[in-house]
T-cell receptor, first 112, second 113 residues
């Protein structure tokens, strides 16, 4: 297990459901990220939090709502998703922006 | 627009051979580069990084080469093993704030025993 833990590992949800993805980092990093990974596409940045403050919102639809209650935890709240939102959602953390990111194992989301 | 891209989407090698995975970048202002490895069912794992003031950096069985003149990055894996089979991404840091790390599409490396 890496220093970034994501739960659940797999999630199947209907389009009318509400669910949340959780990420926790044990590395003492000061920034956390949500990425979307779809088949045959580069990683897409969704949100960035630095010291619990959102510093980037990459034109993500409002059906995705992030929350960062403290520097170790990051959530992604999901509601009324579409089938095209099915993907691997990756959480990452870093210490400052000049350094590499440590990724979690991701949540495989399927919207039915 | 500017992007990070990989020359080869797939690479097949025999166990014990050396592997070279290439990456082209177009932003001359990028100052930091990283290679990640992603195995099936896992998140990307940091392999090695290099800053723009260096041309070469070595790790355990891996070497990253940076050619700023032609904006080219490569990852060399020595004595490739079946456990090296994965998707390899390069990433470049394009800015001086958070969230500026841009990832390439990835190269699938398959190592045959």
């Amino acid at each position: 297990e890496t220093g970034v833990t994501q739960t659940p590992r797999h999630l199947v949800m209907g389009m009318t459901n509400k669910k949340s993805l959780k990420c926790e980092q044990h590395l003492g990093h000061n920034a956390m990220y949500w990425y979307k990974q779809s088949a045959k596409k580069p990683l897409e940045l969704m949100f960035v939090y630095s010291l619990e403050e959102r510093v980037e919102n990459n034109s993500v639809p409002s059906r995705f709502s992030p929350e960062c209650p403290n520097s170790s935890h990051l959530f992604l709240h999901l509601h009324t998703l579409q089938p095209e939102d099915s993907a691997l959602y990756l959480c990452a953390s870093s210490q400052d922006y000049q350094n590499g990111y440590t990724f979690g194992s991701g949540t495989r989301l399927t919207v039915v | 627009g500017e992007s990070v891209g990989l020359h080869l989407p797939t690479l097949s090698v025999q166990e014990g051979d050396n592997s070279i995975i290439n990456c082209a970048y177009s932003n001359s202002a990028s100052d930091y580069f990283i290679w990640y490895k992603q195995e099936s069912g896992k998140g990307p794992q940091f392999i090695i990084d290099i800053r723009s003031n260096m041309d070469k950096r070595q790790g355990q069985r891996v070497t990253v080469l940076l050619n700023k003149t032609v904006k080219h990055l490569s990852l060399q894996i020595a004595a490739t093993q079946p456990g090296d089979s994965a998707v390899y991404f390069c990433a470049e840091n394009r800015g001086t704030s958070y969230g500026k790390l841009t990832f390439g599409q990835g190269t699938i490396l398959t190592v045959h025993p």
